[in-house]
């Protein structure tokens, strides 16, 4: 099976790391990876700030990056999202359309790829320590995955799991929002940050690294000792 690695912004600037475990939890599960370099960023960013032709030419250049492509597959369900938002946005335009729903039907998020198109619940790895996940909301309320990612977890041998308390609250990045409402923002991260010091948890995991380091940021601002990790960290960790 060919699968075309989407980096996302996030994870090809700042924790690069994530890019290297999607692609060898993918490659140890028989997949055939590779990274068109003419990908761009989703348009995420311009799109929900209201520059919507603006974010068109990045949507446009990704849609031609991954034209051949079988499957894309991103370690992020919110960029992710915005490639299944495409259609929508595209509805109609007689050049693009046709494109738009082709890209947004291959694409998937990784933990999604795994459990939902490959079937797969138990990767085969360990990692030892206490972990409680953080569902982002992206994921879970545009892409509709709850279950594949808890899934993966429960069957990693040497984990225990801890369910967050009042998971579904936002951890207040938000994209742009954590810049514009910067003050709420601040109170909605606080907030989280004091129910995954709950759970007593080593490792707060999660499939979204914007988010991650937003709640990780503000846990070392308060002199916790909670570490963040990539769930394709710890699907790709062995002892």
Partial sequence: MKVSLFITCMCDIITSNVGKDT??????????????????????PAFTSGYLEESKKAMKQMMRAFKD????????GSCVGMLREYPKIFAGDPEWEKEANNLAAKSYEITQFLVDVLGVT????????????????????ILGIRDAPYTLLKHVQGVD????????????????????????SGEMVKEKSLHVSETGAEYLVGGDMACLLNIGGRMTREGKNVKIAHITEILNHHQ
């Fill in 23 to 44: 692609v060898e939890l993918l490659e140890r599960l028989g997949c055939e990876v590779d990274f068109p370099d003419a990908q761009t960023c989703c348009g995420q």
């Fill in 69 to 76: 492509s079988e499957f894309v597959v991103g370690p992020s």
């Fill in 122 to 141: 138990d990767i085969g790895s360990t990692f030892k320590g206490k972990v409680t996940y953080h569902p982002s909301c992206h994921m879970t309320r």
């Fill in 161 to 184: 799991l801890i369910e967050l308390p009042i998971k579904e609250d936002c951890c207040g990045f938000g994209g742009t929002f954590a810049v514009k409402n910067s003050v709420i």
